[in-house]
């Protein structure tokens, strides 16, 4: 009931916010790369505009009108939530510099989420990064259908001459299309795409200089792109998704692509950090799906070097849960020489390794995230290449704090360091 009572000031609040100040609204949604995407366009924007986007994981009901308020979560403070209200009422009336630009990353959980956020959000530009063949967050949703009808909700809002920003490359995605009035722009690598990526090229020889290449195609012109801090294929659809929507705000090819130079994509997402014994860690905590499993490994088979892969539990997969995991298991036995599994449902992936032919002493299962880190510790040398991921709720920066060469930038380099983390 108390929660009800909070979703209803701050959602009154909200909408008298976005009824006085107008600005433009940018919806972020889909199952995996909505974070990424979002930080990808808010680097884009922000040279030109004055942009606001989510912090931290503000992107619920709560979180998405606490944007829009430019405030901070108010926790189990019955005085903060007050304080909270009487700063959102004051802001209606005046705010001295109030954003051109709101970047609204919303995510689902349950069926009606986004039809909530939609219901008081009207978006000018709704982007869909993708969906997958077993999305994140689904055990609330029966099929993965349902979850795209969901996540389509975003687009329903749009008036005609709003945009639709879609992946072409995701066929529930591409199908969105026609659940919207308003115009279509496409990315992808797809030649039919409006927007698409050509000639990708990875470098990952030389791990200190590791990035990414390739060209962006548009409407006949090519502008070549090279990235550092970004390595693998997935992750160029949130470049496109932000090059897509900065195209829309009337930028051209040479601003979007300076923007670019500038953006760092969020602690816990693919980063690689330097590891004890002259080893590389490729950092991916922040979060875990199917899909974007299948990509770090497919991206850390491409890399120098011996190969480790520690995966904690994929959370709220319903009874996509042993499916997805197995198929976890089954690439990491095609790329790894070590697997360390950690959590209860891990235990699937593990056991599909030994399945595939891993030997039993080169697959270990953990319950928890400290004690996979102290084995890791011995069983590293000198070169080796280790991927650690798995959901947040699995804590598996813990492992990357264990084995990073400079544990004192922890609180600089990994995802979920503040103090309330710290006490989970």
Not at 138 to 159: H, P
Not at 386 to 409: D, F, H, N, T, Y
Request: aromatic share 8%; glycine share 8%; net charge positive.
């Amino acid at each position: 009931m108390l929660k009800k009572i909070l979703c209803f000031i701050l959602k009154i609040l909200a909408q008298a916010i976005l009824w006085r100040y107008k600005p433009m609204i940018v919806g972020v949604t889909g199952s995996v790369g909505k974070t990424s995407t979002k930080e990808v366009i808010y680097a884009i924007l922000k040279d030109k505009y004055n942009v606001r986007r989510n912090i931290k994981n503000y992107n619920n009901e709560i979180g998405v009108p606490l944007t829009i308020l430019g405030q901070e979560t108010g926790g189990g403070s019955s005085w903060c939530w007050l304080r909270v209200f009487l700063v959102g009422l004051f802001e209606i009336f005046y705010t001295k510099d109030y954003p051109e630009v709101l970047v609204l990353e919303m995510g689902a959980d349950r069926l009606g989420d986004i039809s909530y956020l939609t219901s008081f959000v009207k978006c000018d530009v709704s982007v869909v990064t993708a969906i997958g063949e077993i999305p994140v967050h689904v055990e609330f949703f029966q099929t993965a259908d349902q979850v795209a009808r969901e996540k389509s909700n975003i687009l329903r809002c749009l008036e005609k001459d709003g945009w639709a920003v879609l992946n072409f490359d995701d066929g529930r995605v591409r199908g969105m299309a026609r659940r919207t009035q308003g115009k279509i722009f496409s990315y992808g690598f797809d030649e039919k795409a409006n927007l698409r990526a050509v000639n990708l090229e990875q470098h990952l020889d030389d791990l200190s200089d590791a990035g990414i290449s390739f060209k962006v195609d548009y409407q006949g012109s090519n502008v070549p792109l090279r990235l550092k801090n970004v390595y693998a294929k997935h992750q160029v659809y949130s470049i496109l998704a932000g090059m897509a929507v900065g195209l829309i705000f009337k930028m051209n090819l040479i601003e979007i692509t300076s923007g670019l130079k500038n953006c760092e994509l969020p602690a816990g997402r693919l980063r690689l950090i330097p590891g004890i014994k002259k080893s590389w860690i490729v950092d991916d905590t922040y979060n875990s799906s199917p899909s974007s499993t299948l990509g770090a490994l497919d991206l850390l088979a491409l890399m120098p070097g011996r190969k480790i892969a520690v995966i904690g539990d994929m959370l709220e997969l319903g009874s996509f849960t042993e499916e997805a995991h197995r198929r976890a298991g089954v690439r990491a036995a095609q790329v790894v020489e070590i697997v360390l599994a950690v959590g209860e449902r891990a235990i699937f992936l593990s056991d599909e390794a030994k399945k595939q032919g891993m030997s039993k002493e080169k697959v270990f299962h953990f319950a928890s995230a400290e004690e996979a880190g102290r084995l890791l510790r011995d069983l590293m040398e000198e070169g080796d290449v280790i991927l650690v991921k798995g959901s947040q709720g699995i804590r598996m920066e813990k492992v990357v704090k264990e084995i990073m060469a400079q544990p004192e930038k922890a609180a600089e380099l990994l995802v979920r360091q503040d103090k309330s983390w710290d006490k989970k």
